[in-house]
């Protein structure tokens, strides 16, 4: 064999055998979504329980954990009140509501309020989202346009979506306090059209729009 044939199949060996090893650790990705096989294992894959999935480790066989007590969230902080206190929170945020209520805040508000809340309260805040026309809940305490609840204070609807109220779950560990102020202000808006859709920077907020529409600003 002569040098450079010799030459020649060294360097494609070399190639093939980085290409094989980038493969196999998982470094060359480009052509499989596929998690990589593991020759040495590292973090990418590993086993993970999925939020409303179930887990028979735990005693109530739920695989969503709540906050362990006394640890705090990375950003923001805790929610200082149990569900009961309400009296305490209205005094509290009896200021009111901190952000203004400008098209920003309302669209970002409208986002959250379409991905938290739309799936109970629908997209029109009128009680029949879809987890309660299959049995959850009864929609008339949860029309967040019925009278009773368009008198609430801003304190207070801030309170009963960060410590929930009755069988609806509270918010706080999922929904930054910054983001759980712009959805008051949009439940606001939807209290003063009952049973229709807020128009937002001249798009109607239909149920597909809605939870898209603002997608840029998660
Ligand atoms: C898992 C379903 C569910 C989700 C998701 C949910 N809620 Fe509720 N919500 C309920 C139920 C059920 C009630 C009625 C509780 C009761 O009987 O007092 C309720 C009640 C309320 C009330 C009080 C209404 C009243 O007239 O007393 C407000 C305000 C409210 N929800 C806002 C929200 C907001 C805002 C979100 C999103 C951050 C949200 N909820 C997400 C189920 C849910």
């Known amino acids: 064999m002569s040098t450079p044939l010799k030459i020649t199949l060294a360097i494609v060996a070399v190639l093939l055998a980085t290409f094989t090893i980038g493969v196999l650790s998982g470094k060359i990705w480009w ?33 969503q954990r709540d906050p362990v007590e006394g640890t705090l969230p990375r950003v923001g902080r805790t929610y200082p009140f ?19 209520k ?15 809340c739309s799936p109970c309260h629908n997209y029109t805040g009128t009680g029949d989202g879809l987890i309660q026309k299959r049995g959850f809940g009864n929609q008339e305490t949860m029309n967040l346009t019925r009278q ?37 202000h949009y439940v606001r808006l939807l209290q003063e059209t009952p049973g229709t859709l807020p128009t937002l920077g001249g798009h109607a907020a239909s149920a597909a729009a809605g939870s898209t529409n603002s997608k840029r600003m998660q």
């Open 31 to 63: 052509f499989s979504e596929e998690p990589p096989l593991m020759v040495i294992p590292d973090m990418d894959d590993q086993f993970h329980l999925k939020p409303q999935g179930e887990a028979h480790f735990f005693a109530d066989n739920r695989a």
């Open 82 to 100: 149990a569900m009961g206190d309400v009296d305490s929170a209205e005094k509290y945020f009896a200021a009111g509501n901190p952000l203004p």
């Open 102 to 116: 400008t098209e920003y805040v309302l669209a970002r508000g409208q986002n959250r309020f379409n991905t938290f």
């Open 148 to 184: 009773q609840a368009r008198e609430y204070s801003d304190a207070k609807i801030f309170h009963v979506i960060s410590a929930g109220q009755n069988i609806m779950p509270a918010y706080a560990d999922r929904i930054a306090e910054v983001d759980r102020w712009a959805i008051v």
